[in-house]
């Protein structure tokens, strides 16, 4: 038996040595080398998007279609449906039947995609191609396209976001406009709140943090928070903006009945995204939303008239009231890809051809992503949506910087927003402090 | 001599290979399945790998941040721990209860056997979102017939109290598969052993703690091991309930944080796909994979040490 053993620990440690060796095998590494594919030759790409809706299926098509019959030579094969988790998948596994091209309709992402290079760098393309990204896409989407000065991924249409109203409502309340500072949109969604008992019969907006788009980002942009400092750590306690933030927000939830009573109304909203949400049944007459809302509200056959405004701003920031958050489709060229030159054509064609984007931009009802189509006389007329398209021009638009954790530091912010306005902690310093210090981990973590 | 110990030795060798040609496809399944995962789950454990690029030593990095600072894996342990001490006995408790009363139902027996074994049938996604649809606080019917008797209206899935409870029932509504294994063994209770209890004068409840109980011992360790097991992987019925009860169903791009509302229904392998598949952060994910398994095994062993008592004496 004593015999045995050496050899026994021999064995496990072959065995120990050869699992471990298998398992440093089977991590690939990704190619982020340069393009070098004849750009002339007949290729097929394949192109993974995360549309799914029909009438959204059959606009990216046609794009796909006219860029066909411009370039005869490449063919595309579009995989339609495709979420983030799918994305990242198809993007790791690399391989014969993996993307392309990719878009995702997650901007906060961008981070952990340029910094793990699993798109490939731009920059090349577009100065190659002699596209000067700063004379072509709005500033703010430029910003949530690229990481740390590399830029990998290009907006494919943008979401823009302010306040929808009922028309109906504000004219039964006897209000003339829709509210351009705080204090007057306070003012005006209690004058719209009309209590039930434990509920409301209407309730003038959903200050909640799972009111859906009422989220700490899409405030923020209202309130121009900065989220980190200059190196590059959570800055939400010492920065002024935030803290103005939570007590604006936590007020409201107070004038409006106080956290448990808005909770258990927002339990009976029907879901986001289907025909009964609760500004199409007019459970609340406001809504904090993206452009989409207005064609959505129709669709659903609302029974009022919808406006819609920018989103009011801090009193003390009045004259930059007009601006919201931007935030989009993004697209990119997956590193792995060996046919980087043709995938360049599809992005560049889809990004900043100005007629394929306002087509595409008028068929799915989303903000264009270029300075021409947001100019372009073709676009969709319609006031409710022309609203929006303002708000992606307006100079004070803005989106939340790009980490290399992704949005993992919203959905902290956001985490001890719940607390604060539910209750749960009151020291709004020590509480920030806390967000800043989680946020710090997670970013160390990521780094 | 010495050619009758080759004989011997070489006997002993196609001896040996026929041995392991027999026990080859147990051998290959279980290298490929069981131990080269759980290898590589140690080894990434230690390394910063994000899927894309090169992995690299940080030695017990990953595993500092999963224990004291990942902000989900302490909830979602305790989710899954209370999953376990109350979902487990529950079903089992449940399930035994069904199990008795359909072997003892003299006519339509069979239509309660489908019955209550159909609900096992219907897909975990679609009876889940009919769960969450029923028990809407505010819309669904439950609610409404709760209200209407004065027993008050719970939040279900949309309230961090309710929603365990709310996933215990859904479990509940779901026990067709134990109700079937209690049935065939308290069919298999010898018919005799009754008979003698009643003429010594037991009692129902006497009939079921010493004729019973002691019969059906290893297949309640069974649903319990089991139980406890499949609870240690729950994962598709807390995601989608959390996902259609927040009303962010459908939204690609948003921001979903598992274990709506407030983190209460999150799990433990909930936790793994987070940190793996959302944050890319697949070292981390490693280490609450392997505090899972160091989990479901101790569970177990526990389990079978402490009811081995259960066992009975010819098993």
New interface residues.
């Given amino acids: 038996m004593p015999a045995t053993r050496p050899r026994a620990r021999a064995v496990a440690a072959v ?2 040595a050869a ?2 060796s ?3 095998a ?2 690939g ?2 190619d982020t080398g340069a393009a070098n594919d004849d750009p002339d030759a007949e290729v097929t790409l394949t192109f993974w998007h ?1 549309w799914s809706a029909p009438s959204e299926v059959e606009a990216i098509e046609a794009n796909i279609d006219a860029f066909e019959k411009e370039f005869p030579h490449i063919t595309v094969e579009a995989v339609k449906g495709v ?3 799918k994305l ?2 198809g ?2 596994a690399g391989g014969d039947n993996a993307p392309d091209v990719v878009s ?5 992402n961008v981070g ?1 995609f340029c910094s ?3 798109l490939a760098d731009l920059g090349p393309f577009l100065d190659e191609s002699g596209i000067d990204p700063a004379k072509t896409f709005p500033a703010p989407m430029l910003e949530y396209t690229r990481y740390e000065g590399k830029r990998c991924a290009l907006p494919l249409l943008g979401d823009a976001y302010g306040l929808y109203y009922n028309k109906d409502a504000f004219a039964e309340a006897g209000i003339d406009a829709p509210p351009k500072t705080l204090s007057e949109f306070e003012e005006v969604a209690k004058k719209l709140t009309r209590p039930d008992g434990d509920g409301y019969e209407q309730l003038g907006f959903m200050p909640n943090y ?1 009111g ?1 788009e009422t ?1 700490v980002e899409h405030y923020g942009g209202q309130f121009g928070v900065t989220y980190f400092d200059d190196e590059g750590d959570s800055n939400a306690a010492a920065d002024p903006r935030m803290t103005e933030l939570f007590e604006w927000q936590k007020s409201m939830v107070e004038e409006l009945g106080g956290f448990e009573k808005l ?12 025909p009964k949400h609760p500004f199409h049944t007019g459970q609340v007459a406001m809504q904090m939303d993206g452009e989409w809302r207005g064609k959505m509200a129709a669709d659903a056959g609302v029974d009022f008239e919808i406006g819609a405004a920018p989103f009011p701003v801090p009193d003390d920031q009045a004259d930059s009231y007009g601006k919201g958050y931007l ?1 989009g ?1 993004i697209t990119g060229i997956a590193a792995t890809s060996g046919k980087k030159n043709a995938a360049w054509e599809l992005v560049k064609y889809l990004t900043t051809d100005t007629d394929a984007v306002v087509d595409f931009a008028n068929a799915i009802h989303n903000v264009p992503s270029t300075l021409a189509a947001l100019e372009s006389p073709r676009l969709n007329d319609d006031p409710v949506y022309r609203t929006f398209v303002d708000i992606a021009q307006h100079p004070g638009s803005s989106h939340a910087p790009s980490s290399r ?4 530091f ?3 912010l ?2 001890y927003g ?1 607390k604060y306005e539910s209750g749960e902690e009151d020291d709004l310093a020590s509480l920030l402090e806390q967000a800043d210090e ?1 946020i710090d ?2 970013n160390a ?2 780094g | 001599m010495s050619a009758a110990v080759h004989t011997l030795g070489a006997r002993r060798r196609r001896a040996a290979l026929r041995t392991l040609g027999f026990l080859s496809p147990w051998l290959i399944g279980f290298s490929v399945f069981f131990a080269y995962p759980l290898g590589a789950t140690v080894y990434f454990s230690f390394m910063k790998y994000d899927g894309f690029t090169d992995p690299v030593w940080v030695g017990l990095k990953n595993w500092r941040y999963v224990l004291f600072d990942y902000p989900f894996f302490w909830p979602a342990l305790t989710n899954t721990l209370w999953l376990v001490a109350v979902m487990v006995t529950l079903r089992t408790v449940f399930g035994l209860g069904v199990g008795l009363l359909i072997t003892r139902i003299k006519t339509g027996a069979g239509v309660f056997r489908t019955l209550f074994y159909l609900p096992f049938l219907a897909p975990p996604v679609a009876a889940t979102m009919a769960f969450v649809f029923l028990m809407n606080p505010g819309t669904g019917p439950v609610n409404t017939i709760l209200d209407r008797i004065g027993l008050g209206e719970p939040g279900w899935f949309n309230d961090a109290q309710w929603s365990k409870p709310a996933l215990t029932v859904l479990a509940l509504w779901c026990i067709g598969d134990l109700m079937v294994i209690f049935m065939a063994s308290l069919l298999d209770v010898p018919k005799e052993q009754y008979e003698a209890a009643e003429l010594d004068g037991a009692g129902a409840w006497a009939r079921f703690r010493y004729v019973t109980l002691p019969n059906i011992r290893p297949v309640v360790l069974f649903a319990v091991v089991t139980g406890v097991i499949a609870t240690m992987q729950y994962y598709t019925e807390p995601i989608v309930a959390a996902k259609v009860a927040s009303g962010v169903i459908g939204g690609s791009g948003q921001h979903f944080e598992p274990g709506y509302p407030e983190k209460s229904t999150l799990t433990v392998p909930q936790s793994v796909y987070h940190l793996g598949f959302q944050r890319f952060d697949t070292g981390a994910a490693c280490v609450v994979a392997l505090v899972l398994f160091v989990l479901a095994m101790a569970f177990t062993y526990v389990l079978m040490r402490r009811g081995s008592g259960f066992l009975k004496e010819d098993d």
Avoid: I, M, P
Avoid at chain 1, 263 to 274: A, I, L, P, S
């Fill in positions: 065995a120990a699992a471990l298998l398992a440093a089977c991590t590494s990704n995360g979420n983030d988790d990242n998948q993007l790791r995702s309709f997650t901007t906060d952990r793990s290079n699993v799972q859906y989220t909770r258990r109304y927002r339990n009976t909203f029907g879901d986001e995204w289907g935030s489709t954790n992704g949005g993992a919203l959905l902290t956001q985490d719940l989680q981990k997670d973590q990521a």
